[in-house]
Nanobody, 129 residues
Framework: EVRLVESGGGLVQAGGSLRLSCTAS????????IGWFRQAPGKEREGVSC????????YYGDSVKGRFTISSDNAKNTVYLQMSSLKPEDTAVYYC??????????????????????WGQGTQVTVSS
């Protein structure tokens, strides 16, 4: 079965850090494009970051640039999202998603949701003020 599983969410105070993990099963990381998205209550789902096996650099949403870092461990089939300097407005359910059998983040818009065809179940991140 092809699936993505997120983990690492939780409750943290403003200014703190969390690391989310997205582990893939049923396919390998030889060619991959993995994105992180988030959705807060009453808001649309938004792109947080994307990393791939072929892009020279990852992509970040404007609201998280300089605070979040995406990375991958191909041996573990896992993509990480290191979140630092967290703010209450970062509170959301965080999802990872992949573009199956594609080795680059979607063009021209890496955060275009319909481009992603496999989604995890999400993990809750709550940042208290």
């Amino acid at each position: 079965e092809v699936r993505l599983v997120e983990s690492g969410g939780g409750l943290v105070q403003a200014g703190g850090s969390l690391r989310l993990s997205c582990t893939a099963s049923g396919f390998t990381f030889d060619d991959y494009a993995i994105g992180w998205f988030r959705q807060a209550p009453g808001k649309e789902r938004e792109g947080v970051s994307c990393i791939s096996s072929s892009d020279r650099r990852p992509y970040y949403g404007d609201s998280v640039k300089g605070r979040f870092t995406i990375s991958s461990d191909n041996a573990k089939n896992t993509v990480y999202l290191q979140m630092s300097s967290l703010k209450p407005e970062d509170t959301a359910v965080y999802y990872c998603a992949s573009v199956v059998a594609v080795s680059a983040c979607p063009r021209p818009k890496w955060a275009y949701i319909p481009s992603y065809d496999l989604w995890g179940q999400g993990t809750q991140v709550t940042v208290s003020s």
